[in-house]
């Protein structure tokens, strides 16, 4: 089945470590994007990546990296310079060429941190 | 720049009875209207989206959604709501003439909870 598929579903982490979740996707959407979830704040954008090798930061990528080696795959790091890393990362995909580009997302990572 | 705002944190409404989440956005152009749920530690579900045309959208699960241009709200309502409903939606938007990012915007979310 088509889908977007995250992992690891649950992630803890001690302060100082740097830690990778991943995304894949096969549904050939050309865009993929990051977003953080909190508590009664919404999602909040990280990253997105509209083709292959480039990205762009979102509203809060301070902290975070990520790469985009290939169309299906778009994983991010969150790195020790993030100061408030716990929380649910979710990561989407749409279509590109035209259209209102309705996200699809994955079932989440929620990381913790120790 | 684009925004969504959700006024209500949780709504409660008694299983059978009409049910409206409110959702209200702001927007350069003209904008792209979604609605999504969210089931405890699971991803987002889409439900419906406004591209153009006709106000009333349809989306699962016997949703709905009307589109007011000019008080610039989306809300998301159901004639009958189901114990199974209970959940957090997000309304999201996105312009149109946005064709650089691309990206939606969230609300905070609403709490919905069914009583049986």
């Known amino acids: 089945d088509g889908g977007i598929t995250q992992s690891p579903k649950y992630l803890f982490r001690k302060e100082g470590q740097n830690v990778t979740l991943s995304c894949e996707q096969n549904?050939?959407?050309?865009?993929m994007y990051w977003y953080r979830q909190d508590p009664g704040q919404g999602l909040r954008l990280i990253y997105y990546?509209?083709?292959?090798?480039?990205?762009q930061k979102g509203d809060i990528a301070e902290g975070y990296s990520v790469s985009r080696e290939k169309k299906e795959s778009f994983p991010l790091t969150v790195t020790s310079a993030q100061k408030n890393p716990t929380a649910f990362y979710l990561c989407?995909?749409?279509?590109?060429?035209?259209?209102?580009?309705?996200?699809?997302f994955g079932e989440g990572s929620r990381l913790t941190v120790l | 720049a684009q925004s969504v705002a959700q006024p209500e944190d949780q709504v409660n409404v008694a299983e059978g009875n009409p049910l409206t989440v409110k959702c209200t956005y702001s927007?350069?152009?003209?904008?792209?209207l979604f609605w999504y749920v969210q089931y405890p530690n699971r991803g987002l579900q889409f439900l419906l989206k406004?591209?153009?045309?006709?106000?009333l959208v349809k989306g699962s699960y016997g949703f709905e959604a009307e589109f007011n241009k000019s008080q610039t709200s989306f809300h998301l309502k159901k004639p009958s709501a189901l114990v199974s409903d209970s959940a957090l939606y997000f309304c999201?938007?996105?312009?149109?003439?946005?064709?650089?990012?691309?990206?939606?915007?969230f609300g905070s979310g609403t709490r919905l909870q069914v009583q049986p």
């Open positions: 406004y591209i153009t045309g006709d106000n």
């Open positions: 989407a995909s749409s279509m590109l060429a035209g259209g209102p580009g309705e996200l699809f």
């Open positions: 549904l050939n959407h050309d865009a």
């Open positions: 927007v350069s152009g003209n904008p792209y």
């Open positions: 999201a938007v996105r312009d149109m003439e946005d064709t650089g990012r691309r990206a939606l915007t």
């Open positions: 990546s509209q083709i292959v090798n480039d990205f």
